[in-house]
């Protein structure tokens, strides 16, 4: 039993076992151009008996020579030389077939093997595309050459009509069964490209979502559109800016269990995230339980619209807290949890600063220095602006005039504006 499955599995190893020379991204080549050899080989063997037996003698002798062009195929098609392989095929089939019309006839169909050979010769590899045109140039050349002087030509052989005819017949079907085999090929090619294309595209897809999670939406949009130049450059831009904090943070919780403390910070954050969100700020920094958002970069609009979601945004915040501190009251924790909102307007140098490692998109300059001393010189549950925030939004939002603070770096006391945030505000 094992003897009589050697031979079959000597054929299969031969067809699918990837020889070290074959590049893997080859595989497929390889297998077609095994299949094609061992047809051939035989076919061609075959041929040698039947043609000598027919008494077509020459062509009996050109498959001797034919079962050696297909041996030498096979040496190169294991050698990774899937193109050189090709060409030596080609001219004994176009030889061949030329010859086999000539002996025997148009009526014997062997013209037929001709016109497979530009579907196989572009299932190779890619690349050298002007030796693959040339070699179908030149097949396409043989077949009208075939055509227009042997197809009505009188064949040096008479054989029986009936023996032409079975080979019409065999030839047509073999045709067909190679256009076939080959379409077959072709569609699974893309088949697997397909899967591969989706397999890749599920982990861009898994990597974009965590992208997500490391980054501002803004900035992520901006990366997946591909513009990335205008993150990486470093750029002067009128940006309002936002800063806040919980006040006593570190005091209120410095007695909670780590646990709960991480649990409180991250839901707190998470909360703050999604009001981010809501109002397409860009969050550029995260720094214990402070936060740092601007508006105008990297998608802009235009300054009024930036300060105004700002607001809303800074709001929308203080209103969260409420239900935020009382969730919390519940749960045993009697802090008085609390945030205090900086926000001004101004010009701001904006981009990627850090290492060539890690690298951060955010903002530097005094403007960015003004927000971040409003925050720290702002009423625990308020929202504290500059003048220049002021001036694009106070005809939107009512803003009670603070006097002066100082700003450390800053030449001269800055105007502030408190804004209530339980105020109904109007889009």
């Known amino acids: 039993m094992k003897g009589n499955n050697s ?21 497929h080549v390889f297998i077609l151009e095994s299949v094609g050899v061992i047809f051939g080989f035989f076919t061609h063997l075959f ?55 000539y002996f ?33 140039v030149f097949v396409f050349l043989n077949y009208l ?5 042997l197809k009505n030509a009188e064949p040096l052989f008479n054989l029986d009509s009936l023996i032409v005819n079975f080979f ?34 599920h982990k861009v897809k898994e990597a974009y979502d965590l992208l997500s999670k490391y980054v501002p939406s803004q900035l992520k949009n901006t990366i997946s559109n591909g513009r990335i130049e205008s993150m990486s450059d470093h750029q002067r831009k009128k940006l309002t800016i ?62 009024k619209d930036h300060a105004l979601r700002c607001l809303y945004m800074a709001v929308d915040m203080q209103k969260k807290i409420k239900t935020f501190q ?3 009251f519940d749960k045993g924790f009697d802090g008085s949890f609390k945030i205090r909102c900086g926000i001004n307007t101004g010009m701001s140098t904006v981009g990627t600063f850090g290492s060539s490692r890690r690298k951060l998109y955010t903002a530097h300059g005094m403007q960015t220095n003004l927000a971040a001393r409003l925050e720290q010189a702002c009423e625990p549950g308020q929202i504290l602006i500059s003048h220049t925030t002021w001036a694009l939004v106070k ?18 006391p800055l105007r502030a504006y408190e804004v209530d945030p339980s105020q109904r505000l109007y889009t």
Not at 110 to 126: A, C, G, R, V
């Open 7 to 27: 031979f079959p599995l000597l054929m299969q190893k031969y067809i699918f076992e990837r020889p070290d020379k074959v590049d893997e991204k080859n595989h």
């Open 242 to 303: 936002f800063f806040s904090d919980i006040k006593d943070f570190t005091s209120m919780t410095d007695g909670m269990e780590p646990e709960d403390m991480a649990s409180l910070l991250n839901e707190y954050l998470s909360e703050m995230d999604t009001i981010i969100f809501k109002h397409k700020g860009t969050l550029a920094q995260v720094t214990g339980d402070g936060l740092m958002i601007f508006f105008g970069a990297p998608e802009k609009t235009n300054d």
């Open 104 to 136: 025997i006839g148009w009526d014997s169909g062997f013209q037929y093997y001709i016109l497979i050979l530009p579907t196989i010769i572009y299932l190779m590899p890619h690349g050298a595309n002007f030796k693959k045109f040339i070699t179908i």
């Open 168 to 201: 019409y017949y065999s030839n047509l079907s073999v045709f067909v069964l190679l256009i076939c085999i080959c379409c077959y090929f072709f569609n699974s090619q893309i088949y697997s490209a397909q899967k591969a294309l989706k397999k890749e595209q």
């Open 326 to 328: 009382k969730k919390w």
């Open 145 to 149: 050459l075939l055509y227009h002087f």
């Open 395 to 412: 005809d939107k939002i009512l803003c009670i005039e603070k006097g002066h603070i100082t700003a450390k770096g800053y030449h001269k």
């Open 47 to 101: 041929w040698i008996f039947l043609f000598w037996y027919l008494g077509v003698k020459p062509l009996a002798i050109f498959n001797i020579f034919s079962v050696f062009i297909w041996l030498i195929v096979g040496i190169l098609n294991r050698k990774g030389s899937h193109l050189s392989a090709i060409l030596p095929c080609a001219f004994e089939v176009c030889l061949h077939q030329t010859l086999c019309v």
